[in-house]
């Protein structure tokens, strides 16, 4: 039988203890950066959609008076619109379940679970 340092076990414990420590920070440093590319895609998102809102007001007003212009009367100018946004409205609820929810759940989970961020930052580190 062949002899085994005295201090073989302890080494095994400390490289196994360093092992871990280096997993555990190399979770915490993926799920940080996966959670500060969420965010910054939520932040962006949340600027585009008060763009968007602003635009979408200021030319709902705009068909409003234009409408209310073509047909002599405000009611029924800003009526005209407040239809149009009623049927938006019924047709979005009519298909959220078949193609909206799964379009932004997918959405969510790739950007989650983006696969090419994470090849890049690995091919990096192997250049390194």
Do not use: C, W
């Amino acid at each position: 039988m062949e002899q085994q340092d005295p201090g073989y076990f302890e080494k095994a414990e400390t490289m196994l203890r360093q092992y871990i420590g280096d997993r555990m920070l190399l979770f915490k440093l993926q799920a940080s950066e996966k959670s500060a590319r969420l965010t910054a895609v939520l932040v962006i998102g949340l600027i585009l959609l008060m763009l968007g809102f602003f635009l979408l007001l200021f030319i709902s007003i705009m068909a409003g008076y234009y409408f209310a212009e073509l047909t002599g009367s405000l009611f029924y100018g800003f009526g005209i619109v407040t239809a149009f946004y009623l049927l938006v409205m019924i047709i979005i609820l009519l298909v959220r379940k078949k193609h909206l929810q799964p379009y932004i759940t997918n959405m969510v989970i790739r950007n989650i679970f983006d696969k090419s961020t994470d090849d890049e930052n690995i091919t990096k580190d192997q250049s390194n």
